[in-house]
């Protein structure tokens, strides 16, 4: 039996990791492009690390930059992938703002440099975009795919941007290339400095007399928060289909930042008014103040439903964050610093 090879960009982030796992289970050879760093940024997928020098070696990483054709061109001749999926971007909306260039740049001008690349090698392989609800930004919910986008920060711009390349290259050179557009999704592994991830962080430390408050921008907003670990079978799905099409992934319910917040803090048995307080820095010039995801598509024709919802992903992410904690034998540890610039 002829084993499929799939390449991902953006392995190193949390939906990288989770489909990297999905699909060595699956039997795949995973090739995944790692952008060099002068510190190591693998901790996700490090747990899957093999042995190179194994003849069954079925994980391969390879340096390589969005920013850099002549490197994917190459990349492509060399793995022949049967199935490309595009994760890599500059995913972080806030900072966005502060770096519009740079993110149109990678996670809009990323894409179409991967698609002309695949088009150079001639590789007859099928390709998943990670679109995003963030197009979507001013739309009033529910959100489909038949929602005319409104995108509301320089990231939802270069996605609009990235979704159209995906299409273009599937209506003129009849590419296999599908939109995933997919709704807030997360985990344990989400980054640090998105809201659900800061949130469960500080709920478990502060439970843990680490630290007292953390500050949070709008509480207002409302996502569709899904499990990222749940989300990345629906995009392997997009890939298996005859036809290639697009589809939103979504739980279909809606929740505010202080719905979240509540749950985490209640899950630990606090209030979460008695610790979250409000800093401006972390608002946005324009916000996306409510989406709720219609993924009734997705169930239709790819069989795929979510199980995880918002209450217990909140409650799962928190236990990920206490853990450690709890298991820590050195009592009041301080908060670790970071010279990072403060990105939300
Ligand atoms: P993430 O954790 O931020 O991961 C982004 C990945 O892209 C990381 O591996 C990162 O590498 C890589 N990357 C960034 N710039 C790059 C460049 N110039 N060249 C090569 N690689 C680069 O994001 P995620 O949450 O897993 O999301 C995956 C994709 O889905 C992204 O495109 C995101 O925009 C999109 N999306 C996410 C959500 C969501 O709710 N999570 C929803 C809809 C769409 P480093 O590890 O070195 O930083
Ligand atoms: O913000 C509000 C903030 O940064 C969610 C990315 O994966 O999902 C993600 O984008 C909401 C916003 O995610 C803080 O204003 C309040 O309304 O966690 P977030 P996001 O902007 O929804 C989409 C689908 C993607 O595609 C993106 O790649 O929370 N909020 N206070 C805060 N947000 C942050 N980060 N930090 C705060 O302190």
Redesign the pocket.
Known sequence: MTVKKALITGITGQDGSYLTELLLQKNYQVHGIVRRASTFNTQRIDHLYQDPHDKEIQLFTHYGDLSDSTRLVSLLEQVQPDEIYHLA?Q????VSFDEPEFTGNTTGLGTIRLLEAIRTVGLPCRFYQAS???MFGAAPPPQHEDTPFHPRSP?GVA?VYAYWATRNYREAYGMYAVNGI???HESPRRGP????R?IATAAARIKTGLQDSV?????D?R?DWGYAAEYVEAMWLMLQQEQPDDYVIATGTSYS?RDFAEHCFAHVGLDWRDHVRFDER???PS??EDLVGDASKAHRMLGWKPTTHTPELARLMVDAELKPLLRSSIPGTPQRASLAPTA?
Do not use: P
């Open positions: 971007a995913s972080h909306v806030r995003s609800s963030e990231y996605k997919l709704f807030n400095t998105f809201v659900t800061k500050y949070l921008g709008n509480l907003a996502r930042v972390y608002l946005r916000e996306v939300g």
